[in-house]
T-cell receptor
Framework: TQLLEQSPQFLSIQEGENLTVYCNSS?????LQWYRQEPGEGPVLLVT?????EVKKLKRLTFQFGDARKDSSLHITAAQPGDTGLYLC???????????????FGTGTSLTVIP | GAVVSQHPSWVICKSGTSVKIECRSL??????MFWYRQFPKQSLMLMAT?????????EQGVEKDKFLINHASLTLSTLTVTSAHPEDSSFYIC????????????FGDGTRLSIL
């Protein structure tokens, strides 16, 4: 069951443009993670957000966790071709935090940045 | 940091062959590992949860006899695709949960399986 819906599913933009990817759910998550994956490789963790309303920045990437911990967004400023990849959000539904249970992955956003 | 090693990275074989994929936690113990299947530009689909010392837990719609999972030790889980057919061609990824509160999963690099 996909509890996390990502939008858009596909995004193709020109280098230098800004973009936002959304990850929405009706469920509450104790934490939410964003991953980036390139073809033929495993996902690579970008960030973990834990507190409702939390904002984290990683260079040109800004991540926000919704106040109710049901949604998150990823904003990329001045996108570069190296940002191309599949972006996945993943939520931990357990109320006590990660106890080794599975994470629920979002539906994914495939980003292409054109030089 | 914690590393998960997955082998092989690429397999091409004939229809009807059984293929084994290994997932090892290199510097930590993993009582649980997860196996995912992924199609191009799509998200990860959880196939099963591998449990050390007990039977795997399969997600709905995943054939247990087709995808055999064995978690023989605290550092090794294997996925065997039995009598593979072209429709089994996909990218398979394993992961192990991190230890501690709100820790991320540790992913293998995946296995590209192509059945001719």
């Amino acid at each position: 069951t996909q509890l996390l819906e990502q939008s858009p599913q596909f995004l193709s933009i020109q280098e230098g443009e800004n973009l936002t990817v959304y990850c929405n759910s009706s469920s509450v998550f104790s934490s939410l993670q964003w991953y980036r994956q390139e073809p033929g490789e495993g996902p690579v963790l970008l960030v973990t957000v834990v507190t409702g309303g939390e904002v984290k920045k990683l260079k040109r990437l800004t991540f926000q966790f919704g106040d109710a911990r049901k949604d998150s967004s990823l904003h990329i400023t001045a996108a570069q071709p190296g940002d191309t990849g599949l972006y996945l959000c993943a939520g931990d539904p357990t109320t006590q935090g990660n106890t080794g249970n599975q994470f629920y992955f979002g539906t994914g956003t495939s980003l292409t940045v054109i030089p | 940091g914690a590393v998960v090693s997955q082998h092989p990275s690429w397999v091409i074989c004939k229809s009807g062959t059984s293929v084994k994929i290994e997932c090892r936690s290199l510097d930590f113990q993993a009582t649980t590992m997860f196996w995912y299947r992924q199609f191009p530009k799509q998200s990860l689909m959880l196939m099963a949860t591998s449990n050390e010392g007990s039977k795997a837990t399969y997600e709905q719609g995943v054939e247990k006899d087709k995808f055999l999972i064995n978690h023989a030790s605290l550092t090794l889980s294997t996925l065997t695709v039995t009598s593979a057919h072209p429709e089994d061609s996909s990218f398979y990824i394993c992961s192990a949960p991190g230890t501690g509160l709100n820790q991320p999963q540790h992913f293998g690099d995946g296995t590209r399986l192509s059945i001719l």
